[in-house]
């Protein structure tokens, strides 16, 4: 369900205490309204669109689908005469990848996960998706004001919506996530185990795990994608946003960097430490692993809020709860973070039918949608208040986790910037999976450090070409 998926750094204050792509806009006769506000106006009242099928295509993963079912039938039934086609999958990418490359893409797409995400990226690099600054320039559909101003501050801005850094929004924002360790709470709460709130103290209870008979920790072996969820807060935590800024924006001195050898020496340590990686974690997937931690194999797991819901019916070790750490500092005198994200809707640049996907678009900021959202999969919209708008909806750990940043944990978000057209680099790719080989002890942090200092070179010098062109 993790999107290791970006933007460049921001560092985003959530704003709880508030109670709580190039276009194609010549395509003919593409959904266009009848009247030039239709879609998605202030006033909810029933529009006519010279189109009025809707193909959307959505990653089912830890969120399900029933929420855009349920989504689709409150605009349809908002917009008589429309008719909204869903194509749900976890492996959605591989399913609209042919109609992309047709020209033929859906009008609407929400892409996550770790095999999906790549397909985004290139939609990014392509500068296939439609602008989407007009939407939030404009009217919300159920409220005064202008949409952009229901979004969490700092979301908008950043890479993860406006990836070209020229300020318009090509990617709109769906669920936040707030990211780090996870521990079972009851356990802690009886031993008598403080959570740790600094790498020392983490590895210190390697000797406490093993006498309760579990590993240290474990991961989605084969998804790495989810240690960067340990792995940008902790780089954060050595070398603040300059470093982050190093390794977003491909500077090849971040790997022989202090903040390089210290956040990955954590990975290098706990492959190397008796008891501190969880036999066979490499080879499970995220369900896997996910499934051992809940059944008290290991003491720690990185993952993020839909956690709990994405595992509702998974068996666990008697009276297991979910506790929720964040990620520890490099020293007692810096804060616990946690890592935030972000994931993306999109209109593709391509769609046979964007102004019925922009309409619907406006529609999921609705508080009826938030609430949907919430009630359906139990995710909580990046827009000012949702928490506690969906509160009733939510588990008590989740509205904790996001109330824990509202009362001061620290949060940074943080992806890589697009590589040049016609790259062969995937940049995610390229740094996350080949932790793999560092786990498993089949590839040194020095061997590692100079792959990715050729990559980075070799990213750098293609942007550059790119840029002369």
Known sequence: MKTSRKAS?????????????????????????????????????????DNPELNIAVFQGGYGREYWDSVAEAFMAANPGTKINITASPKIAEMVRPKIVAGNPPDFMYISGSDNTPILDGLIKDQALLDLTDIFDGPASDGEGPLRDKILPGVLESRSSSPYGDGKI?????????MGLWYNKTLFDEQGIEPPRT?????????????????????????PGYLEEMLVPAVYSVGGQEALDQLFNYDPAFWSSESFTQAWGILERIAQEDNALMKGTVALNHTQSQ????????????????????????????????GFLGVPAFGEDKDVMALSNVEQMVIPAKAKNPELAKAFLRFLYTEESVQLNAEKAKGVLAVVG??????????????????????????INGGFGPVAKGSK????????????????KQLSLEEYSANLTKIYTDIRAELETAGAE
Not at 200 to 223: I, V, W
Not at 387 to 397: A, G, M, R
């Open 170 to 178: 090509y990617l709109a924002p769906y669920n936040f996530g707030v």
């Open 425 to 440: 680099y995937n940049p995610s790719d390229e740094v996350y999976k080949p932790i793999s080989s560092i786990m498993s």
């Open 386 to 411: 949702a928490p506690d708008l969906v509160k009733e909806h939510i588990s008590e750990t989740t509205y904790n986790i996001y109330k824990a940043v509202d009362s001061g944990m620290a949060t």
């Open 291 to 322: 499934t051992s931690f809940l059944q008290g194999e290991a003491m720690f797991i990185p993952n993020g809020t839909w956690f709990e819901d994405e595992m509702k019916d998974a068996p666990r070790e008697d009276g297991f709860q979910f």
């Open 199 to 223: 790498w020392d103290a983490f590895f210190a209870l390697n000797e406490t795990a093993a006498a309760q008979d579990r590993a240290l920790f474990t991961y989605q072996g084969l998804y």
């Open 9 to 49: 750094l921001i560092t985003v204050a959530l704003a709880l205490t508030l109670t709580a792509c190039a276009g194609n806009d010549n395509t003919p006769g593409a959904g266009k309204p009848t009247e030039p506000d239709a879609p998605g106006n202030a006033t909810g009242a029933e529009q006519a669109f």
